[in-house]
């Protein structure tokens, strides 16, 4: 079975400090990891994701397979970035109908204060 | 703006009184997804349509079911709600290929009195 680990459920950082936000997996295959993110009164939305190797809003994650972790960091947090951040995963399909699916951690609300 | 709606924003209803949530798209995907996300929790899949075939998930109660008239809509039926239905109702989509970027409407907060 596919999981998603977040093992922090809250972080505070002080503005212009670096930040890390922790996700760790288990699946046995080829994941597509993805960080999602819902600031105050917004919908959820995708921040980055492990495929397409960018940086969004100075956010980066890398996939470490040997350790199943895909931890979000950027080296200065801005007063801006603080909303949850959700880590999930999606993989082919294990199973009939399991098409596309994606499995969500639990989440890891962060706060920057200035 | 091409996007996911969903209406109404805050649904409030009685136990045992069906009550049905509707999602729009704007982006012509093939794929619609409903998740239940109460309070403090990450999202749960419920169900999604991959055009017009219905994908159950194996936990989801039978209390909850779906209906995707053409590709632009899709509902979220509850049929008697109790109280341990009250949630963010989340709508989202996707084109249609494997592990691929969801896009999620803003949420349906039900109030279940």
């Known amino acids: 079975a596919q999981r998603v680990t977040q093992p922090e459920k809250l972080l505070s950082v002080f503005k212009g400090a670096p930040v890390e936000l922790k996700c760790n997996y288990s699946?046995?295959?080829?994941?597509?990891l993805f960080w999602y993110v819902q600031y105050s009164r917004q919908r959820l939305q995708l921040l980055l994701r492990h495929i397409s190797r960018e940086s969004i809003k100075g956010f980066t994650a890398d996939l470490n397979k040997g350790e199943t972790s895909f931890h979000l960091k950027k080296p200065f947090a801005q007063e801006e970035d603080s909303a949850m951040y959700y880590c999930a995963l999606s993989g082919p399909p294990l199973e009939p109908d399991s098409w596309g699916k994606l499995q969500f951690g639990a989440g890891t609300q962060v706060v920057v204060t200035p | 703006d091409a996007m996911v709606i969903q209406n109404p924003r805050y649904q409030v209803t009685q136990f045992g009184k069906p009550v049905t949530l509707s999602c729009s798209q704007t982006l012509n995907h093939n794929v619609m997804y409903w998740y239940q996300q109460k309070s403090s929790q990450a999202p749960k899949l419920l169900f999604h349509?991959?055009?017009?075939?219905?994908?159950n998930e194996a936990d989801t109660p039978d209390n909850f079911q779906s209906r995707r008239p053409n590709t632009s809509f899709c509902f979220l039926d509850i049929r008697s709600p109790g109280l341990g239905d009250a949630a963010m109702y989340l709508c989202?989509?996707?084109?249609?290929?494997?592990?691929?970027?969801?896009?999620f409407g803003p949420g349906t907060r039900l109030l279940v009195l």
């Open positions: 989202a989509t996707s084109r249609g290929s494997d592990q691929e970027t969801q896009y």
């Open positions: 699946y046995s295959g080829s994941p597509e």
């Open positions: 349509y991959y055009d017009k075939d219905f994908n």
